[in-house]
């Protein structure tokens, strides 16, 4: 058997986890970047189709609960205007 194969693999089995990531916008201002990554490109020709969304979560636009909201607080306690 290949080093690193195994058609029984015991837990916890992190290397085989699919790596999700998103970006959280915290922010007062409204918005203003992409939220697709063709968005950065002039001609459409250039990304080949492809949409990617970005994993943009407007935090304050969501609908809340006490964990957003938590999670506002602190964002506006570390950077009070």
């Known amino acids: 058997m290949p080093v690193g194969k195994s058609n029984r693999p015991i837990p916890p089995i992190l ?9 959280l916008y915290l922010g007062k201002e409204p918005y203003k970047g992409i939220n697709m990554l063709s968005q950065q490109w002039v001609e459409t020709e250039d990304f080949d189709g492809i949409e990617s969304d970005v994993h943009l979560y407007k935090v304050r636009e969501m609908e809340q609960n006490d964990a957003l909201q938590r999670l506002i607080t602190a964002f506006d306690d570390d950077y009070a205007v």
């Open 15 to 23: 290397n085989n986890a699919v790596v999700e990531w998103v970006s």
